[in-house]
Each structure stands twice: as structure tokens, then as C-alpha cells.
């Protein structure tokens, strides 16, 4: 079991940033982690991955304003959010997930409110 805890959301004008966290309970050495983010109405959606080699892939809801990065040795993965648009305000998770013998282990936090409004 991971439990994972995000923080640093809040409330940020138009053109601003946010850098939010997320604390893992235990190891994330081996895990994947990630960024997903769920607007009212919308589905959840992801924003960004990590691997444990470092490895990043964004979609077009990250890409360009974000940069994920993760320290294995604290346990955390950092979303930093830059030129923040009205339209990026949602909830946004932590996830954590990995396959071994086959199965998958999938881990979610509780969520962190992002507003951006003027």
C-alpha cells in the first residue's frame, strides 16, 4: 500500500504558478508516478508521468507550462505549474502505479484544489 498526499494547491491569478507535492507513504522507487487532474463536469484527465529512471511524458494539458519531477529519496514527485490559465483550474491527483507478478498496484491521493482566477 502507498498513501500518497498532495499539497500546494490554492487559489492563483491568471499567469501565475503553483508548484504542488505529493508525499508518498513509503518507497516510490519503483513506481511510475503521475499527475491527472479532474475539472468540474469533465472526467479526470492526465497531465504528466514520471518514471523512476526520470523519464517524462506530458499531454497537451501539460505540455510546455509544467514540468514534473520526482526525488526518489524523499519519497515525492513536484508538478510545477507556470502560466497558469482559468482553464487548468481543477482538482489535481497523485497517482502512483506500477505492474509486478502481473498484477497492478494503483495508488490515488486525495486531491488538491487548483483555482485560477482573476
Known amino acids: 500500500q502507498v498513501q500518497l498526499v498532495e499539497s500546494g494547491g490554492g487559489l492563483v491569478q491568471p499567469g501565475g504558478s503553483l508548484r504542488l507535492s505529493c508525499a508518498a507513504s513509503t518507497s516510490i522507487f519503483f513506481y511510475t508516478m503521475a499527475w491527472y487532474r479532474q475539472a468540474p463536469g469533465k472526467q479526470r484527465e492526465l497531465v504528466a508521468t514520471?518514471?523512476?529512471?526520470?523519464?517524462?511524458t506530458y499531454t497537451d494539458s501539460g505540455t510546455e507550462r509544467f514540468i514534473i519531477s520526482r526525488d526518489n529519496a524523499k519519497n515525492t514527485v513536484v508538478l510545477q505549474m507556470n502560466s497558469l490559465k482559468p482553464e487548468d483550474t481543477a482538482v489535481y491527483y497523485c497517482?502512483?502505479?506500477?505492474?509486478?507478478?502481473?498484477?497492478?498496484?494503483?495508488?490515488w491521493g486525495q486531491g488538491t484544489q487548483v483555482t485560477v482566477s482573476s
Open positions: 514520471i518514471t523512476s529512471g526520470g523519464s517524462t
Open positions: 497517482n502512483a502505479w506500477n505492474t509486478l507478478f502481473g498484477r497492478l498496484n494503483d495508488y
